[in-house]
């Protein structure tokens, strides 16, 4: 998603999305890991996006069976308009758009999970399965210290206090 796209949505989530620093799973065993937008990939829940396939393997199965509609829907509109079936048109265009648009964003996410994957490579970290809040995670890495400092900037939608804040009026 552009950030000129990203301009155009509500306040409150432009915040969550452009200014926060971290994300917050676990992989397969119970510990807590601060993933970065770029490094969580297509990850187990979603921070961000509205996906129904969290593997890769997953993605590139509905990614391989979009192929064959994405093609064939701009051929059977081609066919229709040259035979000027009006319903074939409708039905050809609409197809064309649903199918092409759903296996360019099959595309996309795949190579952003190719991305992903190379940057926790690099730092170690294992793929995101299980989404945390806030809370969670900030509760998880008090109890185990790590290099993420407890401030509001690392925990935006923790509804704790931190240190430092003044009392709730």
Known sequence: MKREALLAIDPAAQKLL?????????GMDRTVH???KDEW???????????????????????????????????MLIIALASVNVI?????LLGAVLFTGGWLL???????????????KLKGLPKPRF???????????????SHIAITREN???STRPFPGDGPAT
């Open 18 to 26: 452009l200014n926060r620093p971290y994300f917050y799973a676990t």
């Open 106 to 120: 099959g595309v996309r996410s795949l190579r952003r999970e190719l991305r992903a994957s190379k940057k926790r």
């Open 131 to 145: 989404a945390l809040s806030d809370d969670q995670a900030r509760a998880w890495l008090e109890s185990n210290p």
């Open 41 to 75: 990939g297509i990850g187990g829940s979603q921070p961000t996006g509205n996906y129904s396939v969290h593997t890769t393997t997953g993605l590139v199965v509905v990614t391989a069976l979009m192929t064959i509609p994405a093609l064939g829907a701009p051929l």
């Open 34 to 36: 601060a993933y970065t």
């Open 155 to 157: 925990f935006p939608d």
């Open 88 to 92: 074939v048109v409708i039905f050809g």
